[in-house]
């Protein structure tokens, strides 16, 4: 609770002593405090943003971690703040002692949270959700020591040189909002792409610790008995070789834990500016996986009944020019090849990393036909959305839809009214649109929202499903290491702007799939009707609802 009492007289000292004894100059001792709350501010907000960024990397849905860790953490920086008031009297030593114990906790954050996802993940019972819980449990202690940070460091200001309050915290808030931003800029910008999470959060740590306990030692060195000083110095060496002897260890860390997720046969693992890629297999008796950000979007027992479902039924009729988003890996282009009388296949993807380990990667290129090389293929590195805005109207015979789980923050937007209208404006007359829009076993509503979102996009859409047998298959579009039970299933909507929904059917022009039949798609197309949701809104880009 906060607790009443009455104003102190301007001027009057606090009452564990007035000035402290300082080896420089005030003006010079201020201006090394407000440097110290620039950095331990950068640090924060390093922590905070690292805790967000690996979780949503390892559980989805980046707009309910991050909710959970900003909301969480504030909370705990106001518990912090008053909790710091019994500590004033002893602001020196707290505050090295706080700094210690948040780059300690701050630091190995991402690593504690990857292991327990990658050691733990398959358990099930009581740990399957050990790392939301441990991501509350970071959010809650990093938030509580960043909290106690400002009331200590106000009055280790006020002990070189007395001011009215507002003044105090006003450069004291200055330099902390500065240090925010720098250290929110240097993440995503410097740290992130040049460390990746682990050092950069092990990194971060060390600064901290260094910040805190030079100020602390150097400066407020006489606030202090010799038995803490050593004290102090002891723990802050500590917290620093743990850190340090982390860092050394975090490759053999990663390998481990990437082992533990993928198993002991990663081929290529990379972290490209979009997402991290990791190959599985391709080798004589060894199916090939394709992951991404840890989900299983290619696995060589089943990616031909995915691919061949996808492309085949959309290529009924005219498919001339055909626009693919997404399938950066080149198998969907695969399919289209199939046909006859395909002059133009253009591929658009975000991720250019993948797209040159598709061409590259003997396995990969080989089980996509080595598509990307055809001269019928054109790839465009860039956004989907953006693609479609600046396609002329009526460019297309098919436009295939090869995108992530609609449950993904980042792909919300490529399942909106504003997506489908867009892509109804670059179909010709009688062209067609399919979608992959997730399980239908496990997430019919989400399956269902799509429909309604291209009907009110002016599409009439025709659902079927086709079945997986991969026990990796990751239906949703949360990323996890345990074995889900339901049954395994791809959903599908292919769509028309016509006054009617388009029929099932495969070319009869085309050879026939490997494992599509008529009567297998006809079936598939009943018992996604079987799994209709109504009543379900249609989702925009200022209001999702997946």
């Not at 990093?142 to 009215?164: C, F, H, K, S, T």
């Not at 001269?375 to 297309?396: E, K, N, Q, S």
Request: aromatic share 6%; hydrophobic share 50%.
């Amino acid at each position: 609770m906060i607790e009443p009492h009455a104003p102190a007289p301007p001027g009057a000292p606090p009452p564990w002593g007035g000035r402290a004894p300082l080896p420089v100059r005030p003006a010079t001792g201020r201006f090394l405090v407000l440097a110290c709350v620039f950095v331990c501010a950068a640090c924060g907000l390093v922590y905070e943003l690292e805790l967000v960024a690996l979780a949503s990397y390892l559980m989805g849905d980046s707009v309910t971690q991050a909710s959970v860790v900003l909301s969480v953490m504030v909370f705990a920086m106001g518990i912090g703040s008053l909790a710091a008031k019994r500590l004033r009297t002893l602001a020196a030593a707290g505050f090295c002692a706080v700094e210690a114990a948040l780059a300690l906790i701050g630091g190995c954050s991402a690593m504690a949270l990857y292991a327990v996802f990658a050691w733990t993940g398959d358990w099930g019972g009581l740990w399957a959700n050990g790392p939301r819980v441990l991501l509350v449990a970071f959010s809650l202690a990093i938030g509580l020591l960043i909290g106690a940070e400002v009331p200590l460091l106000m009055e280790l200001i006020q002990r070189i040189r007395r001011q009215d309050a507002g003044g105090a915290v006003a450069d004291l808030f200055a330099a902390d909002y500065v240090g925010a931003l720098v250290g929110g800029l240097a993440f995503p910008f410097l740290l992130l792409p040049c460390l990746g999470q682990l050092t950069s959060s092990l990194l971060t740590g060390a600064v901290n610790v260094v910040a805190g306990s030079a100020l602390v030692l150097g400066l407020f060195r006489r606030d202090l008995t010799r038995r803490a000083r050593w004290l102090l110095l002891v723990t802050n060496v500590t917290v620093l070789g743990v850190l340090a002897a982390a860092a050394v260890l975090v490759d053999d860390f990663e390998r481990a834990a990437r082992e533990a997720v993928y198993g002991d046969d990663v081929r290529v693992a990379l972290q490209t500016d979009v997402q991290e890629v990791v190959l599985t297999g391709g080798t004589p008796g060894h199916p090939l996986g394709l992951y991404l950000d840890g989900r299983l979007r290619v696995g060589g027992r089943d990616e031909r009944r995915y691919h061949e479902a996808l492309v085949h039924p959309a290529m009924y009729g005219s498919h001339a020019r055909v626009l693919v988003l997404g399938g950066g890996d080149g198998l969907a282009a695969r399919e289209v090849l199939t046909h006859a009388g395909v002059r133009r296949v253009d591929v658009v993807d975000l991720d250019a990393g993948l797209v040159r380990l598709a061409r590259t990667d003997p396995a990969l290129s080989r089980l996509g036909g080595h598509a990307l090389g055809d001269p019928r293929v054109h790839v465009t590195i860039g956004d989907a959305f953006h693609v479609l805005r600046t396609t002329a109207p009526g460019t297309y015979d098919v436009v295939v839809a090869d995108l992530p789980d609609p449950g993904i923050t980042a792909s919300t937007k490529l399942y909106s009214e504003e997506f489908y209208s867009l892509a109804r404006r670059s179909l010709a007359p009688g062209g067609r649109l399919v979608v992959h829009a997730g399980p239908l076993a496990t997430r019919s509503r989400v399956f269902w929202t799509v429909d309604a979102t291209m009907r009110a996009a002016g599409l009439r859409a025709t659902p079927y499903r086709v079945t997986g047998r991969d026990s990796g298959f990751a239906a949703g579009p949360d990323r996890t290491t345990a074995r889900s039970r339901a049954p395994k299933d791809w959903g599908f909507l292919l769509a028309s702007a016509g006054p009617r929904a388009p029929v099932l059917a495969l070319d009869p022009g085309a050879g026939r799939p490997q494992t599509l039949t008529p009567e297998g798609l006809a079936e598939g197309g009943r018992a996604a009707e079987a799994t209709r949701v109504v009543g379900v809104g249609v989702s925009t880009l200022v209001h999702p609802r997946y």
